[in-house]
């Protein structure tokens, strides 16, 4: 059949979604890529090696339908969080986006809305908005921080249903407070939700939010293997709560969500957990260094518990991130005036960023 095809306006779209734009980061085929937060660290081999006889004993039963409870797998999460955690506080999904798509589908969706400090993590409106909820944006300081008192007002003045903390925020890198989420938590009677993606490169002596869930069952604490665990083309995400909470999820969740190839991968990984984290100090450095050198050329290099860095005084963000393109060099402009934020990744990457940076010229 011929014909023109149909414009995207042609068809009869929810209108609170017309005029949105879809969430994606530049992809190009550069030598260096260091845009979209990735472990760019390949998976060891060891692992790699038992992850694949994992993948093919789960093959020999594909046939059926997966473990509609993944059961095996939250166990595998609630011995690597620790906590006193159980297997029953502890649910998983493609991807963190799609964790925390089950929690707006199930506390948020038509009439209610969504919450958090901006700038921060580009996908929470986009879940918000795809679930049919009104994004709400809070303030930060010039610094991208937030106090406990601020957080709490905004938070109280809002009165949204659900609450993200991004934390370290993504993009800024910008450390978060237990004492925010204390304050934020007692300010609503909504979910909080702290999304913990790249806890595992915060200081050793770092205390995560799992530590606040005992006696608080509005909140959450999501996690991915995406970062540390360099499994970003795996999709898994997951997250510790209330029991309670947890079953919630059940009623939005599609049936055998977690593919039994997903499940057994990510048991796989986890039973490596020391060697895959292994990687974690070597970004860190990598992310320290990218820092310091970055100050050294006149920029200012934002304080960062990730494993990227946002760097500001950039007189002109889309000229130099062509520059930097233009040398095979990969990063993100996130939107934010005068600033570019960079990955951390192997040495040698990190050493032809800094270098390509030198070459475009120190800060105005």
Same mark, same amino acid.
């Given at each position: 059949?011929?014909? +023109? ?9 929810? /209108? ?22 990735? =472990? ?9 090696? #038992? ?9 020999? #039963? ?18 690597? %969080? ?14 963190? =986006? ?29 879940? &918000?908005? @795809? ?35 991004? /934390? ?7 450390? %978060?407070?237990? #004492? ?9 009677? @909504? ?18 939010? *799992? ?8 909140? +959450? ?29 059940? *009623? ?27 990687? +974690? ?14 100050? /050294? ?7 960062? $518990?990730? =494993? ?12 130099? $991130? ?20 960079? &990955? ?9 960023? *800094? ?10």
């Amino acid at each position: 059949m011929g014909g +023109v095809s149909a414009r995207l306006e042609d068809l009869p779209l929810r /209108a609170d979604l017309r005029g949105q734009t879809p969430y994606g980061a530049p992809q190009a085929a550069l030598p260096v890529a260091l845009n979209v937060n990735e =472990n760019t660290h390949p998976v060891p081999q060891d692992v790699a090696d #038992d992850i694949l006889d994992s993948i093919a004993r789960a093959l020999r #039963d594909v046939n059926r339908y997966p473990d509609r409870e993944f059961t095996a797998l939250r166990e595998g999460f609630a011995d690597y %969080l620790g906590h006193g955690l159980t297997r029953e506080q502890l649910w998983a999904a493609n991807g963190s =986006n799609e964790v925390l798509q089950h929690i707006l589908q199930a506390f948020a969706g038509p009439g209610r809305t969504a919450f958090g400090f901006s700038p921060t993590y580009s996908m929470y409106p986009l879940l &918000t908005r @795809g679930t049919g909820a009104r994004w709400v944006s809070g303030t930060r300081g010039d610094d991208y921080t937030v106090s406990a008192s601020d957080a709490a007002a905004q938070v109280a003045d809002a009165a949204p249903d659900v609450v993200f903390l991004c /934390a370290p925020n993504n993009p800024t890198g910008t450390p %978060l407070g237990l #004492d925010v989420v204390e304050a934020v938590y007692d300010a609503t009677d @909504g979910i909080v939700i702290v999304d913990e993606a790249y806890f595992e490169f915060a200081p050793a002596d770092a205390r995560s939010a *799992l530590t606040l869930l005992p006696g608080r069952e509005r909140l +959450v604490v999501s996690r991915t293997m995406s970062k540390a665990f360099a499994f970003a083309g795996a999709r898994v995400g997951y997250l510790a709560a209330d029991p309670a909470l947890v079953d919630a999820l059940r *009623l939005v969740r599609l049936p055998y969500h977690l593919s039994a190839l997903t499940q057994a991968a990510a048991s796989a990984a986890l039973r490596h957990a020391p060697v895959m984290l292994g990687m +974690v100090d070597e970004i860190v450095t990598q992310r320290d260094r990218i820092s310091a050198t970055v100050e /050294a050329l006149g920029y200012t290099a934002h304080e960062s $518990w990730t =494993n990227f860095v946002l760097f500001g005084g950039v007189d002109d963000p889309a000229t130099t $991130w062509r520059a930097l393109y233009d040398q095979g060099v990969l990063i993100r402009d996130v939107g934010i005036p005068h600033h570019l934020r960079v &990955t951390a990744g192997t040495t040698d990457e990190t050493t032809a960023f *800094l270098d390509a940076l030198a070459s475009v010229g120190s800060a105005a």
